[in-house]
């Protein structure tokens, strides 16, 4: 099982918009990668960036409206 910090990690391998927020969270407080990997907030945020592009309304041509008059 992977804790929060490999979690966190593997986003920033994998996702290059968030490896840019880290690096620039890590240069804004002159700290490491490692460092800024366990914090809470980069956590926090790795979560958004996880679950942002996820498709939360659906696809709409495909669903019929209701107002349309026949």
């Given at each position: 099982m992977m804790n929060r910090v490999d979690k966190v990690n593997e986003a920033?391998?994998?996702d290059p918009e968030f490896r840019d927020y880290v690096d620039s969270y890590?240069?804004?407080r002159q700290i490491?990668?490692?460092e800024a990997l366990a914090h809470i907030t980069v956590a926090e945020v790795a979560?958004?960036?996880k679950t942002k592009n996820k498709d939360v309304v659906g696809?709409?041509?495909t669903?019929?409206?209701s107002c349309d008059a026949r």
């Open positions: 920033y391998q994998n890590c240069k804004s490491s990668k490692f979560e958004y960036y696809n709409t041509a669903h019929e409206r």
